[in-house]
Protein backbone atom coordinates (compact mmCIF):
# COMPACT_ATOMS: atom_id res chain seq x y z
CA UNK A 1 0.00 0.00 0.00
CA UNK A 2 0.91 3.58 -0.62
CA UNK A 3 0.19 6.63 1.49
CA UNK A 4 -0.56 10.07 0.38
CA UNK A 5 -1.16 12.77 3.46
CA UNK A 6 -3.06 16.16 2.53
CA UNK A 7 -4.92 18.61 4.16
CA UNK A 8 -2.01 20.98 5.67
CA UNK A 9 -1.69 24.44 5.28
CA UNK A 10 -1.26 27.85 7.20
CA UNK A 11 -3.61 28.80 9.81
CA UNK A 12 -3.89 30.69 12.50
CA UNK A 13 -3.38 29.35 16.35
CA UNK A 14 -7.03 28.65 17.36
CA UNK A 15 -8.34 27.17 13.86
CA UNK A 16 -9.18 23.80 13.30
CA UNK A 17 -7.54 21.37 10.57
CA UNK A 18 -8.28 18.00 8.96
CA UNK A 19 -5.64 16.36 7.57
CA UNK A 20 -6.47 13.32 5.20
CA UNK A 21 -4.77 10.70 4.72
CA UNK A 22 -5.59 8.14 1.14
CA UNK A 23 -3.82 4.95 0.44
CA UNK A 24 -3.20 3.51 -3.17
CA UNK A 25 -2.02 0.27 -4.61
CA UNK A 26 -3.94 -1.46 -1.69
CA UNK A 27 -6.31 -1.71 1.08
CA UNK A 28 -5.66 -0.11 4.62
CA UNK A 29 -8.15 -2.83 6.12
CA UNK A 30 -5.33 -4.73 7.56
CA UNK A 31 -3.32 -2.19 8.86
CA UNK A 32 -2.51 -0.41 12.16
CA UNK A 33 -2.44 3.47 10.95
CA UNK A 34 -0.88 6.18 12.56
CA UNK A 35 -0.05 9.58 12.08
CA UNK A 36 3.35 11.16 13.29
CA UNK A 37 4.72 15.27 13.10
CA UNK A 38 8.50 16.35 12.44
CA UNK A 39 9.34 19.91 13.19
CA UNK A 40 12.61 21.54 12.21
CA UNK A 41 15.61 20.09 13.76
CA UNK A 42 13.13 17.70 16.44
CA UNK A 43 12.75 13.95 15.73
CA UNK A 44 9.82 12.65 14.36
CA UNK A 45 6.72 12.40 17.30
CA UNK A 46 4.08 10.34 17.50
CA UNK A 47 0.23 11.84 17.17
CA UNK A 48 -2.39 9.07 16.61
CA UNK A 49 -2.83 5.63 15.94
CA UNK A 50 -5.61 3.89 15.25
CA UNK A 51 -6.56 0.00 15.41
CA UNK A 52 -7.18 -1.78 12.07
CA UNK A 53 -11.47 -1.75 12.86
CA UNK A 54 -11.23 1.73 14.34
CA UNK A 55 -12.46 0.66 17.47
CA UNK A 56 -9.25 1.55 19.19
CA UNK A 57 -7.20 4.86 19.75
CA UNK A 58 -4.67 6.89 21.49
CA UNK A 59 -3.08 9.97 21.11
CA UNK A 60 -0.06 11.62 22.31
CA UNK A 61 -0.86 14.04 25.19
CA UNK A 62 -0.11 17.47 23.82
CA UNK A 63 -3.07 16.72 21.36
CA UNK A 64 -5.25 14.77 24.05
CA UNK A 65 -8.30 16.71 23.81
CA UNK A 66 -7.33 18.56 20.61
CA UNK A 67 -7.41 15.77 18.07
CA UNK A 68 -9.37 13.03 16.81
CA UNK A 69 -8.04 9.85 14.52
CA UNK A 70 -10.51 8.11 12.27
CA UNK A 71 -10.65 5.67 9.55
CA UNK A 72 -12.60 4.77 6.66
CA UNK A 73 -11.44 1.52 5.35
CA UNK A 74 -14.63 1.28 2.51
CA UNK A 75 -12.93 4.79 1.00
CA UNK A 76 -9.16 3.70 2.00
CA UNK A 77 -8.69 6.88 3.87
CA UNK A 78 -7.50 8.44 7.20
CA UNK A 79 -8.04 11.22 9.19
CA UNK A 80 -6.63 13.69 11.74
CA UNK A 81 -8.84 16.33 12.79
CA UNK A 82 -6.51 19.11 14.90
CA UNK A 83 -8.46 21.53 16.78
CA UNK A 84 -7.43 24.62 18.79
CA UNK A 85 -3.98 24.45 16.74
CA UNK A 86 -0.85 26.03 18.64
CA UNK A 87 2.12 27.43 16.93
CA UNK A 88 4.03 24.56 18.48
CA UNK A 89 1.69 22.13 16.24
CA UNK A 90 4.02 23.55 13.32
CA UNK A 91 5.22 20.31 11.81
CA UNK A 92 5.56 18.39 8.53
CA UNK A 93 2.76 15.45 9.68
CA UNK A 94 3.13 11.83 8.17
CA UNK A 95 1.05 8.83 8.29
CA UNK A 96 1.62 5.49 8.38
CA UNK A 97 0.44 2.14 8.15
CA UNK A 98 2.04 -0.71 9.46
CA UNK A 99 0.24 -4.63 9.68
CA UNK A 100 -1.27 -5.24 13.16
CA UNK A 101 -4.06 -7.64 14.97
CA UNK A 102 -7.31 -6.66 15.65
CA UNK A 103 -7.35 -3.91 18.39
CA UNK A 104 -4.04 -3.09 18.36
CA UNK A 105 -2.56 0.61 18.14
CA UNK A 106 1.23 1.39 17.99
CA UNK A 107 3.01 4.46 18.84
CA UNK A 108 6.45 4.10 17.93
CA UNK A 109 7.28 4.89 14.97
CA UNK A 110 9.97 2.02 14.58
CA UNK A 111 6.64 -0.40 14.40
CA UNK A 112 5.49 1.01 11.50
CA UNK A 113 6.63 0.21 7.63
CA UNK A 114 5.03 2.25 5.41
CA UNK A 115 5.55 6.02 5.26
CA UNK A 116 3.35 8.69 2.73
CA UNK A 117 4.79 11.99 1.88
CA UNK A 118 4.33 14.10 4.55
CA UNK A 119 1.81 17.58 4.85
CA UNK A 120 2.87 20.72 6.38
CA UNK A 121 1.21 22.40 8.73
CA UNK A 122 1.86 26.16 9.51
CA UNK A 123 0.23 27.76 12.90
CA UNK A 124 0.71 31.50 13.04
CA UNK A 125 0.55 33.13 16.58
Known amino acids: VQLQASGGGLVQAGDSLTLSCAAS????????MGWFRQAPGKERDFVATISRGGTVKDVADFVKGRATISRENAKNTVHLRMNRLRPEDTAVYYC???????????????????WGRGTQVTVSS
Open 96 to 114: AATQGVTGQTMTSANRYNV
Open 25 to 32: EGTIVPYV
